[in-house]
């Protein structure tokens, strides 16, 4: 209980209040809101939905056949953009090699690296809408003149001058591109 002083006044006034209040929410988000005055035992209940910008069940029904109709599609789409970024990646790692190798690669087969390298980059940049169909051919031929000039980099070369660490290293990212 608390004591309120009021100066100027002729009397004061004690008030003593005990309301108990319970907020009930269901799985459905509907808030029940229960109030009892404990002195007087007087109780009052109140519900309160929020139905204004919720979704009906008919429109939570649709959204998840939308999904599952567009889902492959997506998954189409995703398969399609992961093997155009591995016809990127492989172009990128064999500009990268080449830079790495510096001396070691003749200057014909530098420069028909690079051939192929911007041929590819040029076709992604002018494919952009390509199916995947065409996305993998691509790649399967790209994977087939990366392979003829790697190999003929190493064949051409003696053992003394790459260390197996190096040759170890463009194995894997030929294996990696595939």
Same mark, same amino acid.
């Given at each position: 209980?608390?004591?309120?002083? &009021?100066?100027?006044?002729?009397? $004061?006034? $004690?008030?003593?209040? $005990?309301? %108990?209040?319970?907020?009930?929410?269901?799985?459905?988000?509907?808030?029940? &809101?229960?109030? %009892? @005055?404990?002195?007087?035992?007087?109780?009052?209940?109140?519900?309160?939905?929020? @139905?204004?910008? =919720?979704?009906?069940?008919?429109?939570?029904? +649709?959204?998840? =056949?939308?999904?599952?109709? /567009?889902?492959?599609?997506? @998954? %189409?789409?995703?398969?399609?953009?992961?093997?155009?970024?591995?016809?990127?990646?492989?172009? /990128?790692?064999?500009?990268?090699?080449?830079?790495?190798?510096?001396?070691?690669?003749?200057?014909?087969?530098?420069?028909?690296? %690079?051939?192929?390298?911007?041929?590819?980059?040029?076709?992604? @940049?002018?494919?952009?809408?390509?199916?995947?169909?065409? /996305?993998?051919?691509?790649?399967?031929?790209?994977?087939?003149?990366?392979? =003829?000039? /790697?190999? +003929?980099?190493?064949?051409? =070369?003696?053992?003394?001058?790459?260390?197996?660490?190096?040759?170890?290293?463009?194995?894997?990212?030929?294996?990696?591109?595939?």
């Amino acid at each position: 209980m608390k004591r309120i002083k &009021v100066e100027n006044a002729l009397f $004061l006034c $004690l008030f003593w209040f $005990l309301i %108990e209040v319970t907020f009930d929410i269901d799985a459905n988000g509907i808030l029940n &809101v229960t109030a %009892e @005055d404990k002195t007087t035992g007087k109780k009052n209940k109140i519900t309160i939905t929020n @139905d204004k910008g =919720r979704l009906s069940k008919e429109e939570i029904d +649709k959204m998840i =056949r939308e999904t599952e109709k /567009y889902k492959a599609e997506d @998954d %189409e789409n995703k398969a399609r953009i992961e093997t155009k970024n591995q016809i990127e990646n492989m172009c /990128y790692s064999m500009k990268n090699t080449i830079k790495e190798m510096g001396d070691k690669i003749s200057s014909e087969d530098k420069k028909k690296a %690079e051939e192929i390298i911007e041929k590819n980059l040029r076709w992604i @940049d002018n494919n952009q809408n390509g199916s995947k169909e065409e /996305y993998e051919k691509k790649k399967e031929e790209m994977e087939k003149e990366i392979g =003829r000039i /790697y190999s +003929k980099i190493y064949q051409g =070369r003696g053992s003394n001058e790459f260390t197996g660490e190096e040759i170890q290293k463009k194995k894997i990212i030929i294996k990696d591109q595939q």
